[in-house]
């Protein structure tokens, strides 16, 4: 490997939040909302696999316990009405403490910056992005817009990512 390699890499992996070859998790957070979205997934999930800890639980006591050798006549249940309480109102209050973070979050998406500096209209197509910048119209009304397409893999230098690079990029600066 030679020296420029190392290095390039370097610089693409310390500098550069991309995706990797089986990264398990999220990428780092950009935004507020998105360290939001981040922190939602973790609780979800959270909660997800204790409610899977506990079915599985459930499924192998019920296999452990009922099976024909222990059990020859199995009981007659018609029906427990407090059983059937708990297993519907149970769900029904986990997917509430799901509900109220996410439309929190949802809300908190919906907020508008008062007055934005510039603003850019991004639209993707299937190859390609057009970017248009509507804050700055020409005499005839129309807005500075241009294409900016996906560099081919064949032209990639090293440390260019495949899809991501395109031939003009958008500069933001601050």
Known sequence: M?????????LTSTFCDAAEPWQLGFQDAATPI???????????FFFLILILV?????????LWHFNEKTNPIPQRIVHGTTIEIIWTIFP????????IPSFALLYSMDEVVVDPAVTIKAIGHQWYWTYEYSDYNSSDEQSLTFDSYMIPEDDLELGQLRLLEVDNRVVCTS
């Open 92 to 99: 029904s209050i986990i997917l509430m403490f799901i509900a």
């Open 54 to 62: 506990f079915v599985l639980w459930m499924l192998v006591r019920a």
């Open 2 to 10: 030679h020296e420029y390699e190392i290095f390039s890499r370097f």
């Open 34 to 44: 998105m360290q939001g979205i981040i922190d939602l997934h973790h609780d979800i």
